[in-house]
């Protein structure tokens, strides 16, 4: 018996820019934008707002995506969950959603200021 070829998802949530598997908006980790771009993005905003420099505000957003990684592990022993690793591409998305929230805020400043 064959089994009847899947149609192709050709929608925007299931793009393979970046290779197998990875998806460019999705609900997880293992594509370049999810659910908690939005919570990196608000970072970057509030960070501007209360005052972390932008390079600080780059450090911590890269410093993060360096150790979520074994954040997501001890996580995994302690609750015993399943949970899945970053995709790279994803990390790179974080951090620059960090610097678009900052940038948004540090803009608005600037245009407030000329008024």
């Given at each position: 018996m064959q089994h009847p070829i899947p149609k192709e998802?050709?929608?925007l949530t299931n793009v393979k820019l970046f290779g197998p598997g990875v998806r460019l908006f999705g609900p997880s980790d293992r594509s370049v934008f999810d659910?908690?771009?939005l919570v990196h993005f608000s970072y970057g905003y509030f960070a501007a707002r209360y005052g972390l420099t932008f390079q600080q505000t780059?450090?911590?957003s890269v410093v993060?995506?360096?150790i979520e990684d074994n954040i997501v592990e001890l996580m995994q022993r302690a609750h015993q969950d399943v949970w899945e690793k970053e995709?790279?591409?994803?990390a790179l998305a974080d951090v620059l959603m960090a610097i678009l929230g900052y940038s948004l805020y540090d803009y608005n400043k600037f245009n407030r200021s000329k008024q």
């Open positions: 998802d050709k929608s659910p908690y771009s780059v450090l911590l993060y995506e360096l995709d790279k591409y994803n």
